[in-house]
């Protein structure tokens, strides 16, 4: 018997919602932003409700069992010993990213990543004034299908300005887990070409296939030479115990010197974390790992749900690879001939996120968001089909 409720539709409309608030006033299932359509673990809501009772909201600081919370996770789930000192306490990670890219590259210089990617992996250079590189990556065919790295792509991207590559691990929107041997290469080949490698971890408490487990880019990449003063890890409870509201991630930074680089540029720039955000950062990492076994197990349906769905009723969309974790499924709709697929779901009360602002061609991809109430999927899936029977033409 589920301990935890996933399948309540809690009311998101009207509320400061991002995802609900893009279709206010219209009939439209928001299936786009990474965020759960899910009250967050009791233990993290009772921690909040206690801190909230507390009644003051000074400056904060982490106090020692929010550093214990995070270091137990990373060694349990992980074996991944991380020292207190390598942290840094970050509002976001997308922050994070632009830190990094601040810190460690010059105007002009390039910032590498391997497309489809999250957005703000191509977006965040180019804001900073630098230029991003797209190396597509590869669909491998096979019973499955497997995404690779083109490596033979990567070495030609890289030029003497390249100076940071963006990893996501895992992979969003793919939903692949990297192997610890391309993980290792992948660190080898940026250790020897001088890139400094930003491994974007916070969907890694997420892995749905339990053939594949998350080994963070610190350990695989342990044996290679010099991995520590080309590495900055990111991480975040807030994909995994639906808190992206509060602000709350942080990096991990071995290296005294890259960290100290790391600091220098937030400061006075980047906000500090909120007393609600580190108590809500303890009861997630310490106190809620049933409530995201439940989790995990929850969306594995969901996730078989919608593979089922598409394989029966919309042949034209197929997902090329297996949904190896997250709760975000690639969509291949190049099959539907579309000019907009968004838009037209759109029209027809589905909101999908448009693969082209992941760097896929234009018209060949969408990106469903399953962490939601299964009625909600369904409701979304059974939109769809209808969307197809209204197709143009
Ligand atoms: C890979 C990845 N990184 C970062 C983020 C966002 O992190 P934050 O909200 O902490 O900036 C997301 C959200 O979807 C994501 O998928």
Known sequence: MPTFDFDTVPERRGTDSQKWQKYAGRDVLPMWVADMDFRSPPAVVEALQRRVAHGIFGYARPVKSTVDAVVGAMEARYGWKVDPAWLVWLPGLVCGLNVAIEAFTDPEDEVLSLTPVYPPFISS???RGRAARSVPLALRPGQPASWSIDWDLLKQAVTPRSKVLLLCQPHNPIARVWGPDEIAQLADFCCRRGLLLCSD???CDLILD???RHIPTAVAAAGVEGIGGHLATFMAPSKTYNLPGLGTSFAIISDPELRSRFTRACAGIVAEVTNLGYAACEAAYRDSEPWRLELLAY???NRDLLLDFLARELPGIRVDAPIEA??????NVEALGLSSPAAHFEEHGVGLS???MFGAPAGKNLRLNFGCPRRTLAEALRRMKHALEK???
Request: hydrophobic share 35%.
């Open 391 to 393: 197709r143009p033409g």
């Open 210 to 212: 339990p053939a594949r």
């Open 326 to 331: 997250t709760y975000l499924a690639w969509l």
């Open 201 to 203: 971890e916070i969907h």
């Open 299 to 301: 969306l594995r349906g």
């Open 354 to 356: 448009d693969g082209a």
């Open 125 to 127: 250079p180019r804001q």
